[in-house]
């Protein structure tokens, strides 16, 4: 599936059926569809019809003001549907594009098509674009030939969905269909960065890294502003996702920064808050196994998110979503050092805390 490819070779008769049936109601309603892709499931409906795209707000119950991604198959498509005639891609996104498109790097351009609906943009000049390179969202983008609006297939608040079955658990009775393929293989959504802006920026850390981006091309990117982490509710920012509650079980998280084995500061914060009911613990590379401390018995379950930073972005949402099933009344998260896949990993994390411990 080159970059440059349209037409998407499927050798298994039912993925080309429901890929088939997914493309068909895409193009004759106003309806979308959850579909996988390599970050998280994203919710899919035309980028061209503003019916599609209130029809995602909807069934997410998303605010309106927080623009969407849209996804397309081929850099032929992007510039046949959402380019303006005499537009052209940056030069700053070249090296990037070469090196991480298909994949969960996410850019702004100027809209100057007009057949890009209003509530993709949420009213903003630029438009978010990335090609995923998840073959099932490439070859439902290319089938429809429709650039999808898309964003992650949750309900709005919750954590994202990476898998499947998180979709439905969300969505189900809101959306017609739902692709299932499997889970997702990053685990955290893409990578948005601004290069219409000097210096140019990193709006939200995601899939691809910080440090990834500026060694693709130190010239232009080597002195990447990082964009702030959160923004008060009346703010005006520039990625107006970051203002909501986000990625957030139902369980209230705690978040542990720098606390060591993690023991102390556990019960540091038992013996303040004393929360009832079970508490889960999710570690990471420091934090002590708590099972055998009697003073931490109120840990009912703890769960390894993993030691490397592609696992535990991997891991993140699922294992969120998995204790909070459970009916834990907390879930308490080491936290990670703030490089690599950890940069994007707080990011989620912090926002899904009711408080965050630092040592
Ligand atoms: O990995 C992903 O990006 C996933 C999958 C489904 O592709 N999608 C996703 O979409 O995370 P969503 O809607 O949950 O996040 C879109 C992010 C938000 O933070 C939004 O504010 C920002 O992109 N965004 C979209 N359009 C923008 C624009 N024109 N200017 C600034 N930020 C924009
Ligand atoms: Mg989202």
Redesign the pocket.
């Known amino acids: 599936f080159p970059k440059e490819a349209s037409t998407p070779i499927i050798n298994d008769e039912m993925t080309r059926k429901n890929l088939e049936i997914a493309a068909k109601e895409l193009q004759s309603t106003n309806n979308v569809v959850g579909f996988p892709?390599e970050?998280?499931?994203?919710l899919g409906g035309s980028a061209l019809k503003d019916e599609s795209v209130k029809s995602i707000y909807a069934a997410k119950n998303r605010p309106a003001d927080?623009?969407?991604?849209i996804?397309v198959s081929s850099l032929d498509q992007l510039k046949r549907k959402l380019l303006g005639p005499n537009q052209s891609v940056p030069e700053i996104y070249e090296k990037l594009i070469s090196k991480y498109w298909p994949g969960?790097l996410?850019l702004?351009l100027p809209v100057e098509n007009e057949a890009i609906s209003k509530y993709v943009?949420a009213g903003?000049s630029?438009?978010?674009v990335?090609m995923?390179s998840h073959p099932v969202a490439r070859a439902l983008i290319a089938i429809s030939d429709i650039p999808l609006a898309?964003?992650?297939?949750n309900a709005s608040t919750r954590p994202?969905p990476t898998l499947a079955s998180h979709v439905y658990h969300d969505l189900q009775g809101k959306i017609p269909y739902i692709l299932d393929g499997g889970s997702c293989d990053v685990g955290v959504?893409?990578t948005?960065v601004?290069g219409l802006v000097s210096p140019p920026m990193l709006?939200?850390p995601?899939?691809v890294s910080l440090e990834e981006i500026q060694t693709c091309d130190p010239q232009n990117w080597g002195r990447v502003k990082v964009g702030k982490k959160t923004a008060g509710d009346s703010e005006q920012v520039?990625?107006?996702?970051?203002k909501y509650k986000h990625y957030s079980p139902s369980a209230n998280v705690v978040l542990f920064n720098g606390c060591g084995n993690g023991l102390d500061a556990i019960k540091h914060y038992l013996q303040e808050h004393h929360p009832s009911g079970p508490i889960a613990l999710l570690r990471l590379k420091h934090f002590a196994d708590p099972s055998q401390d009697p003073g931490l018995a109120q840990i009912t379950v703890t769960k390894n998110l993993g030691t490397k930073g592609a696992d535990i972005s991997r891991n993140l949402f699922a294992m969120l979503r998995e204790v909070d099933e459970l009916g834990v009344s907390l879930i308490l998260v080491e936290g990670i050092e703030e490089t690599q896949e950890g940069l994007a990993v707080m990011n989620r994390l912090s926002k899904a805390a009711f408080v965050t411990i630092s040592n």
């Not at 927080?66 to 991604?69: A, E, M, Q, S």
């Not at 898309?150 to 297939?153: D, F, H, I, V």
Request: proline share 13%; no cysteine.
């Open positions: 892709t970050t998280v499931y994203g927080n623009p969407l991604i996804h969960p996410t702004l943009t903003q630029t438009f978010a990335r995923p898309a964003p992650s297939a994202s959504e893409s948005v601004d709006l939200r995601g899939g520039k990625t107006p996702g970051m």
